[in-house]
Structures are given as structure tokens and as C-alpha cells.
């Protein structure tokens, strides 16, 4: 994953000071919250409790009505809590820390007598580790939805940054694994170099298993295939263009793109390196849509010819 400097958790402490994030299944995953060692400290004394959502200026909890957390803070609303943050990051040491906080509003959790939703006014800013983390699953929301077109040409050296295992990403082809080149990926879609015969392929769904390492991850996502290529002097081989399901693309694949454009800012601006490809009007994108491409080389198409196996389809 990317390195954090100061100055990005500075910037995310800015622009999502207020901003909150709802700890969903799959936020809780990638954040690597450990939801067991969440507590709420007050009156001398610590209880489990359950964040349901925070950002960098507060977080709701929730807590049951007849515990002791409830009672201490019921009872006395100036009384000073802190909550306690726990995260176990895979391949590192155990991350956790208190919060200073108030009380600022308490109420029925879904209008269940039993459950109350606390909400928490930080009194000190949170630790770099926390703005860290939610920052980035703000900021791979945004170019999500911001650089959605913007397709990542893959070399070896563009696979390095994005600690993306090639040789073990995988092609599926309604569950038929399929021999494949991967020539280009976005936050919407992917390009790649197969055997086949297009009318067999056009709308057929896939499913492409990306592999990572830093830490050692493989992200499934489904999609469909939108447009077939013939490769110009190579009519055995196509270029498919492939659209995710826009609605399952997973938060952690978000994340190892965003990690990447966020590298790319930082290096851009002393001039190391270049923009990733930016769609224009020209040929098809992902979605089947007119973008500026330039043409698979002919070396490419050599190699993607002595490397795929013909498949019958």
C-alpha cells in the first residue's frame, strides 16, 4: 500500500473533518477493526460497546440500556468518556488508542427500548493512525467517482506500484477460467487480450480475481463484457472490454487504485512521472463508450500470441 505522509493525513483531516463513515461489514474489513476491543471508558470504568459511525470530529456508538455505560453517562451528562479504537492490520502489530470525548446526544437506537445511540464530541484531535485510515476510504470513494474512466495502462513497472501480481490475476469467463493478458484496468472496467471468437464472447458475464501483495490479497469482481476487438494482424486473438457491476465493485480494490493516482499526484508534481491515460473521444471504453487509444503494438500482439492457448469456445 501507498506511504502516508503528514501532509496527506493533514490534507484528509481537512477535507473530511466532518465527513462521516458508516462502519459497514466491508468497511470494518478493510479499516481491520477489531469490533471485540471497542470500549467506551467513564466514570473509572470501561464496557464493550459497537461504533456505528465516526469521522474526525465525532462517533456514535451503541450501547444497551441497562449496562453500566448507560447508567454513568444518564446520570451525569458533563461526565468526560473516551473511547477506545482497536485495529489489527494484517503482517503488523495490533493498533489501538483512546479518544477523548463528551457526551452530546443520546437517544433510542431504531426506536428500540433496549439500544441507545451515544454520540460523541471529540475533545482533542484523533491519531494520525485513525485519520489515516478513514481518510483513505474517503479518498477512494472520491476518485471513484471522480477518475472513473481514467484507465491504468499495465507494465511491469505500473504493476510494481500498484503491488499487483499479474501472473496471478485471473480470468473467468462464466466460471471458465480463461488464459488472458491484462492490458488495462480503471475503477469501472478492465481491457485484455484473448483467444476466442466474438460472437461467443459479446455480454458474456466474467469474473476477474485480482492479486495483490503488501499484504497478499485476491479481490473477485463481476462484470460484463461490452466490446470485442480483432487485433489488427491477428485475427486469432481479441481485446474485450469488460464494465464492472458498478454496484459490487469492492472498497479494497477502490482503495490499491486510489493508492496509486494518490502516488501519481505526489510524484507528478516534481515532474518523476506521468498522468495515468486519460479517456478522450476515439475508440471504446470500458463501457462501450468513445475513447482515445493508442493501437496495441504489434510486439504486444506477438507476445499475446505465443502466450494464450487457444480455447474452444
Known sequence: MSVITRQMIATYY???????????????????????????????????????????????????TRGGAFKTITKNANENVSIRFCF????????????NAHVSEVSKFNGKQELAIVTLAFTQRPPDSLI????????ARKNANRRSE??????????????????????????????????????????????????????KEV????????????????????NV?????RKELLAISVHFDVNKIPLAYKIRLSDYFSTLRKT??????????????????????????PPIPNTDAKKASQNITNHKE
Not at 165 to 190: N, Q, W
Not at 207 to 226: H, M, N, Q, R, Y
Not at 229 to 233: D, F, G, H, V
Request: glycine share 6%; proline share 6%; with cysteine.
Open 150 to 203: 481514467e484507465r491504468i495502462t499495465l507494465s511491469p513497472e505500473i504493476c510494481r506500484k500498484l503491488q499487483l501480481d499479474i501472473s496471478k490475476t485471473m480470468l473467468l469467463i462464466e466460471k471458465v477460467p480463461r488464459k488472458s493478458i491484462f492490458r488495462d484496468i480503471s475503477f469501472s472496467g478492465a481491457k485484455l487480450i484473448i483467444v476466442g471468437l466474438a460472437k461467443f464472447l459479446m455480454n
Open 14 to 64: 481537512e477535507k473530511y473533518q466532518n465527513s462521516e463513515i458508516m462502519f459497514s461489514q466491508e468497511v470494518t474489513q478493510n479499516l481491520h477493526l477489531v469490533p471485540r476491543q471497542i470500549y467506551i471508558k467513564c466514570g473509572g470504568d470501561q464496557w464493550p460497546c459497537i461504533i456505528n459511525s465516526t469521522s474526525f470530529s465525532l462517533a456514535r456508538i451503541i450501547i444497551g
Open 88 to 99: 489489527a492490520p494484517p503482517d503488523s502489530d495490533i493498533v489501538s488508542f483512546f479518544v
Open 132 to 139: 489515516e485510515s478513514i481518510g483513505s476510504i474517503h479518498e
Open 268 to 293: 507528478s508534481t516534481s515532474g518523476m512521472d506521468a498522468p495515468a491515460f486519460v479517456p478522450q473521444e476515439g475508440n471504446q471504453n470500458s463501457q462501450g463508450n468513445k475513447v482515445s487509444e
Open 207 to 226: 469474473l476477474l480475481e485480482f492479486a495483490f501483495d503488501e499484504p497478499s490479497e485476491v479481490i473477485p469482481i463481476t462484470g460484463k463484457i461490452v
Open 229 to 233: 476487438e480483432s487485433l489488427e494482424n
